[in-house]
């Protein structure tokens, strides 16, 4: 936990960007009967009825400080997918940056092993070299900053049937586009000092004063 609010509290740097990973998934739905449309005073109305076409997952790469995120819509959380994430993450999408800050959580599939198991060991050590990686506890979700703009994600654009991949992509590219015009950041409060006032149960009792 204290790694990571250390990270949190480090001015902004362009060529260190700090950069939270996390995911997410959506249940894809569609409809049996096309919905009735929009007239003036009455909003489009959809039969209770519906299809399910499967599941979608959603990578959220959020940049706090910048208020820039990108979002990669895929069919599956794979130890593939993640590398191939992690690649455009490096390549595209922060080519100029010394070194990439990475905040995620602990799941298997997060962490240089996926990156060797898919590309050549050249390649894998390349990119793991432009990370710095920093893990959230188990239980610490709450301090991926990724994982809050999944939320705001799921309120403002996925509370809603979306019946396929591709209108997905489209979907959420047009949040993207939206928010990040926007520039919506985040400044981090919470320090490592409120931490251990707060939650000093989570702290050894028998630390050695």
């Known amino acids: 936990m204290e790694d990571v609010l250390e990270v949190y509290s480090r001015p902004h740097d ?45 990578f959220m790469v959020f940049e706090p400080l910048a208020g820039r995120r990108q979002v990669e819509v895929t069919e599956r959380k794979t130890n593939q997918d993640f590398a191939g994430l992690i690649r455009r993450l490096v ?29 050549a060991p050249a390649e894998a050590r390349r990119l793991v070299e432009k990370l710095e990686w920093h893990y959230t506890p188990k239980h610490g ?21 979306i019946a396929d991949l591709e209108a997905l992509r489209r979907e959420v590219a047009a949040w993207v586009a939206s928010r990040n015009g926007a520039v919506a950041k985040v ?17 050894p009792s028998n630390q050695l004063q």
């Open 91 to 119: 390549d595209e999408w922060y080519p100029s940056a010394e070194k990439i800050v990475l905040v995620l959580d602990n799941l298997s599939t997060h962490g240089p092993a996926a990156l060797y198991e898919t590309f």
């Open 141 to 161: 979700s709450w301090l991926n900053v990724a994982e809050m703009e999944l939320s705001v994600l799921s309120r403002q654009c996925l509370d809603r049937r």
């Open 187 to 203: 400044e981090w409060q919470f320090t490592t000092g409120d931490a251990r006032i707060k939650l000093r149960r989570l702290y």
């Open 14 to 58: 362009p060529r260190r960007p700090q950069v939270c990973l996390d995911e997410g998934g959506k249940q894809l739905i569609g409809d049996v009967r096309p919905p009735l449309p929009v007239r003036p005073g009455v909003p489009q109305r959809q039969d209770y009825e519906y299809q399910r076409q499967g599941m979608a997952n959603l």
